[in-house]
């Protein structure tokens, strides 16, 4: 499998682990079961998935309430919060999956992308049980664990396009047979998630402010407040956030709202959580109108150049996954484009950061004996293609 600059992640197999996947899949009494480990950012998540589709369990500790009085993930504090729940979240996927250490075909990790610090927990956690059960260990790229909790879970014809679109990923790839993968365009600033946590927190709607501006802009007219398309020079395919969420703060600047914003981030202080009609209290109709109009325009700049690329390589299936296909906006609007051809979706659990995903997209990496070391090392950077 092409992987770019992600080569390392796995090491040569020594002959004698090749023969090991050859005789464990070659018998059929045998389900093959991948304990996932995900600790790429801000969740702690492990689980048990059983051929490749099969979700035995599936546990995410969530540290939204850690970082929310910051507006955003600090990475210390994550890594931190990592210590703290990897060993218990790991117990419970494997209580739940009524799977033992000794049930394990393989233990998966994710490698990268992500925070440094939260990457090294889950992979020393990993290394240490691979090494104690004398498991394979198969590391993972987050990303591709995102394209695979949709190829997992549907019948998936190639070529397919992956628009994986999250808080730190916009990407476009091409997906061939033997999950090869082609990088078409990726964003050159913010991520699509990130600018909606970004405008979310401007307008003082807390963080993750992205499911908030989803549950609002259904009341707004997506067509009062007009935002210029991002022109890219060079590839055309590359998104760019930046403006419109510059765009936002030069609108809030000239409708002078800070007593308005004030007023959401004391409901923010009383009630982390409040509730749509909560929201509408203190959110006025020319507020609505801007959060629609600015949803509107990602979701179009992401589809634009989503059925672009399906075009170019004439992709069979669009994916679109990641933290935002949670976003309700954007599937009515894939839903509503017509497609002549499938759009999609992982469920809503399997959206956001989940270990189910690195456990199935680990599922081909143990087929084909692609096993790794103890030399495997978390890359925060690492490339899918």
């Known amino acids: 499998m092409r992987r770019g600059n992600g080569a390392a992640a796995t090491q040569p197999v020594p002959m004698l682990a090749q023969l090991f996947a050859l005789i464990y899949l070659g018998c059929t009494l045998l389900p093959v079961r991948i304990l996932g480990i995900e600790s790429s ?45 990897i060993v218990p979240v790991v117990r419970v996927a494997l209580e739940q999956a009524q799977t033992s250490l000794g049930d394990l075909s393989a233990i998966a990790v994710t490698q990268g992308p992500g925070l440094a610090g939260s990457l090294l927990v889950g992979m020393t956690y990993a290394k240490a049980l691979a090494f104690a059960s004398r498991k394979p260990l198969i590391g993972v790229n987050h990303i591709e664990g995102h394209i695979h909790a949709v190829v997992s879970q549907n019948q998936v014809e190639l070529p397919a396009l992956a628009l994986v679109v999250s808080g730190g990923h916009t990407h476009l790839y091409e997906v061939t047979e033997g999950f090869r993968y082609r990088l078409l365009g990726k964003t050159r600033d913010d991520a699509a998630g990130e600018a909606f946590d970004k405008v979310a927190k401007l307008l003082g709607f807390g963080y993750p402010g992205g499911p908030v501006i989803d549950m609002l802009a259904p009341q707004g007219d997506p067509r009062a407040v007009h935002f210029t398309a991002s022109k890219m020079k060079g590839n ?112 809503f659990g399997l959206s956001t950061d989940n270990a189910a995903m690195i456990a199935a997209a680990a599922f081909p ?21």
Request: proline content about 4%; aromatic content about 6%.
């Open 365 to 385: 990496k143990f087929s084909r004996g692609e096993f790794a070391d103890a030399t495997l090392r978390a890359d925060a950077n690492l490339v899918l293609a």
């Open 41 to 85: 950012c801000d969740e702690t998540a492990a689980a048990v998935v059983e051929d490749g589709s099969r979700i035995l369990s599936s546990i995410v500790s969530s540290q939204i309430a850690t970082h929310a009085k910051y507006g955003g993930v600090v990475p210390e504090l994550a890594s931190r919060e990592h210590l703290k729940a």
């Open 236 to 347: 055309t395919l590359d998104f760019s956030f930046s403006g419109i969420k510059t765009a936002v703060l030069r609108w809030v600047e000239a409708h002078e709202m800070d007593r308005e914003i004030a007023t959401r981030r004391a409901l923010v202080d009383a009630n982390p959580r409040p509730n749509v009609e909560e929201w509408l209290a203190v959110t006025p109709k020319a507020t609505l109108d801007l959060l629609a109009s600015f949803q509107k325009t990602v979701i179009e700049e992401l589809l634009r150049r989503a059925v672009r690329s399906a075009e170019e390589i004439d992709a069979q299936t669009l994916i679109i996954s990641g933290g935002v296909a949670c976003n309700s906006g954007l599937r009515k609007a894939a839903e509503a484009s017509h497609l002549p051809y499938p759009v999609l979706f992982p469920t």
